[in-house]
Every structure is written in structure tokens, then in C-alpha cells.
Nanobody, 123 residues
Framework: VQLQASGGGLVETGGSLRLSCAASGGTASTYMGWFRQAPGREREFVATIRWNGGHTYYADSVKGRFTISRDRAKNTVYLQMNTLKPEDTAVYYC??????????????????WGQGTQVTVSS
């Protein structure tokens, strides 16, 4: 599975961005999700969606501001990010894998990763 992420950029505090992640080469994944990594910090979970059924899960830090969705016909996952804060600044990575619920919020639950897209929120 190859993942191509796009949609990052520079936005002011309170602004919005939408990230996209297109999957190709087969999508035998149970979950597709987004993680992020800020300089000097470990990669952290942001949101994930179960490919069949569409159940979604979010990190507490983004709950109510970010929305993950999928378009099964396009094999694409989206992350709509609203009310952005400077602490949301990071490289965002999409991921796909055969995670189970207990591993769906950990990097270990995903075997395929996109190249990352930079999101910068200015204060």
C-alpha cells in the first residue's frame, strides 16, 4: 500500500486546513489514521477511522476541532482541522494497517506510512 498525503501549509491561529491521504496498491487495511510529530517530540496519535464501518477515534487534544473521514470509492482519508492552535504545528503522517481497536492509536498498529506533510500554525 502506498500512501500520498497532501494539504499541509501555513495558517494563522484559529484557521482551518484539510489534509488528504490517497491510498493505492491495495487497501486491505482495517484502520487508516493520522499521526503527527513536532520537532524534538515523539510521534503522537491524532485520529483514526475504521475502514469498514467508519468508526472514528480522536486524541483528546483534537477532539471537537478535527474530523477524520473517508471516501471508500477514492481510497482516500481526510482530516479536517478547524480552530487550529500553534501547538498543532507538526509534520502530519497518514498511516494504514491492520490494527485492532487496542492498537489503533499507536504507531505499532500501522504498517504503511505516507511521506508526511507540514502543518504550521502561526500565533
Amino acid at each position: 500500500v502506498q500512501l500520498q498525503a497532501s494539504g499541509g501549509g501555513l495558517v494563522e491561529t484559529g484557521g482551518s486546513l484539510r489534509l488528504s491521504c490517497a491510498a493505492s496498491g491495495g487497501t486491505a487495511s482495517t484502520y487508516m489514521g493520522w499521526f503527527r510529530q513536532a520537532p524534538g517530540r515523539e510521534r503522537e496519535f491524532v485520529a483514526t477511522i475504521r475502514w469498514n464501518g467508519g468508526h472514528t477515534y480522536y486524541a483528546d487534544s483534537v477532539k471537537g476541532r478535527f474530523t477524520i473521514s473517508r471516501d471508500r470509492a477514492k481510497n482516500t482519508v481526510y482530516l479536517q482541522m478547524n480552530t487550529l492552535k500553534p501547538e498543532d504545528t507538526a509534520v502530519y503522517y497518514c498511516a494504514a494497517g491492520r490494527a485492532i481497536l487496542s492498537t489503533s492509536a499507536t504507531p505499532q498498529g500501522y504498517s504503511n506510512w505516507g511521506q508526511g506533510t507540514q502543518v504550521t500554525v502561526s500565533s
